[in-house]
């Protein structure tokens, strides 16, 4: 294999392009991952195609990798901070486009909470797997997740917390979805480093998810058995 600076992007073909854009993606090479989009683009290719062929591939080869123990943390949001600088270019066309959206995702942290890295790198991870994602940021209280469905209408929403004194909120947030009646519109998917799976059970989440790789996983999975329950209604 040739050094990176030998490497001249404009010069590969189509596929060989894609390949080293899933490769830049793994090494977190913002710039590169600019100019590969923009050389996709000008040969024609369709937003759409040049998200989920080059950047969404790359990034599930990350996810994998992560969730296997082979990338961590600072090199996952490397590839994330890539993706998004594609994605940046990217945005505005498959808007316009009306590009099909694996679905949307609200996430935040809740109440009393101010940690962000997971909730960050599972909102990176998520627009990396082509999923349209409003993140609340940190310390939301329930009137917070409450506008934002409303206004975002998501098949999804994520909460976060590291604190085992803010966990118990997760659950006052779900007994508020279920008093207004629209618990069973959305997929609610917790996570963060005091919680488990029996805890995600307790307070009547979707699911509890481990890690970026896992929420993608688990959003895909559980999207797409929404999709076959409402077929077969």
Same mark, same amino acid.
């Given at each position: 294999?040739?050094?990176?600076?030998?490497?001249?992007?404009?010069?590969?073909?189509?596929?060989?392009?894609?390949?080293?854009?899933?490769?830049?993606?793994?090494? +977190?090479?913002?710039?590169?991952?600019?100019? *590969?989009?923009?050389?996709?683009? *000008?040969?024609?290719?369709?937003?759409?195609?040049?998200?989920?062929?080059?950047?969404?591939? !790359?990034?599930?080869?990350? !996810?994998?990798?992560? @969730?296997?123990?082979?990338?961590?943390?600072?090199?996952?949001?490397?590839?994330?901070?890539?993706?998004?600088?594609?994605?940046?270019?990217? @945005?505005?066309? %498959?808007?316009?486009? +009306?590009?099909?959206?694996? !679905?949307?995702?609200?996430?935040?942290?809740?109440? +009393?909470?101010?940690?962000?890295?997971?909730?960050?790198?599972?909102?990176?991870?998520?627009?990396?797997?082509?999923?349209?994602?409003?993140?609340?940021?940190?310390?939301?209280?329930?009137?917070?997740?409450?506008?934002?469905?409303?206004?975002?209408?998501?098949?999804?929403? *994520?909460?976060?917390?590291?604190?085992?004194?803010?966990?118990?909120?997760?659950?006052?947030?779900?007994?508020?979805?279920?008093?207004?009646?629209? @618990?069973?519109?959305?997929?609610?998917?917790?996570?963060?480093?005091? %919680?488990?799976?029996?805890? !995600?059970?307790?307070?009547?989440?979707?699911?509890?998810? @481990?890690?970026?790789?896992?929420?993608?996983?688990?959003?895909?999975?559980?999207?797409?058995?929404?999709?076959?329950?409402?077929?077969?209604?």
């Amino acid at each position: 294999m040739a050094d990176e600076e030998d490497i001249i992007l404009s010069e590969l073909s189509d596929d060989e392009l894609v390949l080293q854009m899933h490769d830049d993606l793994y090494d +977190g090479l913002k710039e590169e991952i600019e100019e *590969g989009t923009n050389i996709l683009l *000008g040969r024609g290719w369709v937003p759409y195609k040049v998200l989920t062929e080059a950047l969404v591939e !790359g990034m599930r080869v990350v !996810g994998e990798d992560f @969730r296997d123990g082979i990338l961590f943390v600072p090199e996952v949001l490397l590839s994330a901070n890539a993706m998004k600088s594609g994605m940046f270019i990217l @945005r505005p066309l %498959l808007a316009a486009t +009306g590009a099909p959206k694996q !679905g949307t995702m609200v996430i935040g942290t809740v109440k +009393g909470d101010i940690h962000d890295i997971g909730k960050n790198l599972v909102g990176m991870m998520m627009e990396g797997a082509g999923f349209e994602v409003i993140d609340l940021g940190i310390n939301n209280p329930v009137e917070d997740y409450l506008a934002a469905i409303e206004e975002h209408k998501p098949e999804i929403l *994520g909460m976060s917390a590291l604190l085992t004194t803010t966990m118990p909120y997760m659950k006052v947030v779900i007994d508020t979805l279920k008093e207004k009646g629209i @618990r069973d519109d959305l997929i609610v998917l917790v996570g963060g480093a005091p %919680l488990n799976e029996e805890f !995600g059970s307790a307070i009547g989440a979707d699911a509890y998810c @481990r890690d970026a790789a896992v929420t993608v996983e688990t959003a895909k999975d559980l999207m797409n058995r929404k999709h076959n329950q409402l077929a077969t209604a």
